[in-house]
């Protein structure tokens, strides 16, 4: 496995939360979204927000 980082490593001890705490809160987060049909595809999206940002000079 990675050696962790050392912000990792205090994050973590911060906080409390293990790598496998994490997985687990992920997974549970990633099953929610598909149970409720997961995101939809915004074929559209890319080219109105690049529009937006060309307008905003960005």
Do not use: C, H, N
């Amino acid at each position: 496995m990675k050696q962790k980082d050392e912000i990792t490593e205090l994050l973590q001890r911060l906080y409390g939360f293990s790598d496998d705490q994490l997985l687990k809160d992920f997974k549970e987060a990633e099953a929610e979204v598909e149970a409720e049909g997961g995101p939809t595809p915004d074929p559209e999206g890319f080219a109105r927000l690049w529009e937006k940002m060309r307008e905003q000079g960005l």
